[in-house]
């Protein structure tokens, strides 16, 4: 495994989803909504706590679980 030293999991937050750097957004919340059209410097307008790096890797870190396992897609 790769080593992500901001994606962090703790059970007392979002039942241990990745989050990013222990703060309350977690990585699937960031990567939607970049996906929907948010520029990271929109993120990091309402996240003044979140880096340029912290996206990077949450980017990383969704890439990478990707490859650890393949799902179909529902047509």
Known sequence: MPLFSR???DPRLFGGKA???GMRLTVAALLRRLAHGER???LLRDYPELT???IREALAYAAWRL??????LSP
């Open 52 to 54: 340029l790096e912290d």
């Open 40 to 42: 990271p410097e929109d």
């Open 19 to 21: 989050t990013i750097r």
């Open 67 to 72: 490859e650890e396992e393949e799902h179909a």
């Open 7 to 9: 994606i962090t999991h």
